[in-house]
């Protein structure tokens, strides 16, 4: 009898004290891929989710960084809507620390359905909150439900651990309550995942940026080592100044949007690579336009032929269309719905596939805003005229 005999007959004793109906806790990698790699919720901004390696994947936990101001709550909105379109099982929750008034305006702007969206207003602390999300996370015996496509806690800076707010009730705002509100992210990121009762939901932590007053200036995220060690995808992002989109001349300084730069800072998914930069713009009021994004892959992939600096060469309606300037194959793509869904559709099956042809090359640190060297104009990522 081999080894792998010998391991299998171990594995099915195990699996038989669970009782039918049970999912196996010990197998074979070979035969079971499903239940080792759950897919991934892509963020529907295609420059992103090459920087992925196609999403967020399903079953861990990632993290969304940035400044204030930057569109993390945007971002979060365009992924649900995104989808909510692909998927009409699609089902997300959106757990608002930072407020009890949910950010509709930015959400009916994405196109959100309302109706497959739930909203958990914050409890007075957060262990209650976590609580309340434990219950849609779980069946008996702390087994996955798989009922949550979708988690957003946001923000992880603004959850409040109990004994922080008996130490405000007691003492008052002088009370010292240094890593409580660490050990609390632990402890909560310890039982959803390491019990692996997450199943195939993904939790998306927002976070925001700290000062770290004893590392000589420079920053941190809160919440402790754990939000950044249990995060299987780290995603950064800044909104440099100066690279704003302005509507009519820039002379006029009617600014409509701003360019979001980011980072995968860790990718432990296998999927894509770590320390790669991506960006795209957000235009105010709207929310993220996923033009731009496109655009830049489809040339990188060579969907589209950039001929040269000015023209570029593209398939309609079986004819080869020779388009010059960039803005006005952006505004092609945005007038013919058609057009757009069939280059998407073509770029999405490309990064869908698993033969890894290059290697991006490695981001520098990605600094935040106000370290950035804003002494030399910055280079455009996209052109300051709609």
């Known amino acids: 009898m081999s080894k792998l005999d010998i391991a299998k007959g171990i594995a099915d004793k195990l699996n038989k004290k669970l009782g039918e109906g049970e999912d196996q806790k010990v197998f074979v990698a070979s035969g079971n891929e499903e239940k080792l790699d759950f897919g991934v919720i892509p963020t529907g901004i295609v420059s992103l989710d090459e920087a992925l390696g196609g999403g967020f994947a399903r079953g861990t936990a990632g993290s969304l960084a940035g400044n204030e101001g930057t569109g993390k709550t945007c971002l979060c909105m365009d992924i649900i809507a995104h989808n909510q379109k692909l998927d009409p099982e699609f089902l997300a929750l959106y757990a608002n ?4 008034q949910f950010p509709l305006v930015p959400a009916i702007k994405a196109c959100v359905d309302l109706n497959r969206l739930l909203v958990l207003v914050p409890y007075a602390t957060a262990e209650r909150s976590f609580d309340a999300i434990m219950k849609f ?3 008996d015996s702390h087994c996955p439900s798989n009922l949550l496509d979708l988690l957003v806690i946001d923000s992880v800076a603004a959850t409040i651990p109990t004994m922080e707010m008996n130490a405000v009730d ?6 010292s309550t240094v890593g409580r509100q660490a050990a609390m992210m632990s402890k909560f990121l310890r039982v959803v995942l390491g019990s692996g009762s997450l199943g195939t939901c993904m939790m998306l ?9 004893g590392g000589y200036g420079g920053y941190i995220l809160p919440g402790g080592k754990a939000v950044i060690f249990y995060s299987k995808q780290i995603v950064k992002i800044t909104a440099p100044k100066g690279q704003y989109i302005y509507k009519g001349p820039k002379a006029d300084g009617i600014v409509m949007g701003h360019v979001v730069t980011g980072e995968v800072s860790k990718n432990n998914t296998g999927r894509g690579f770590p320390h790669t930069r991506f960006s795209y713009p957000v235009i105010y009021g709207e929310g993220v336009d996923p033009i731009s994004p496109l655009l830049d892959v489809a040339v990188k992939k060579g969907v589209i032929d950039q001929v040269s600096s000015a023209w570029f060469q593209l398939e309609i309606g079986g004819e080869l269309v020779k388009v010059h300037g960039r803005p006005r ?25 698993k033969t890894l042809s290059e290697v991006p090359e490695v981001a520098e640190e990605l600094l935040p805003e106000n370290q950035l060297d804003l002494t030399e104009e910055l280079p455009a990522a996209h052109p300051n005229q709609l």
């Open 97 to 100: 620390f930072e407020s009890k």
């Open 137 to 139: 996370l779980w069946k």
């Open 170 to 175: 007691k003492d008052g705002l002088e009370k």
């Open 205 to 213: 932590l927002v976070n925001q940026y700290r000062t770290d007053v």
């Open 329 to 353: 194959l952006e505004t092609m793509l945005r007038e013919d719905e058609e057009l757009f869904d069939r280059i998407n559709l073509a770029v999405n099956n490309i990064l869908e596939d």
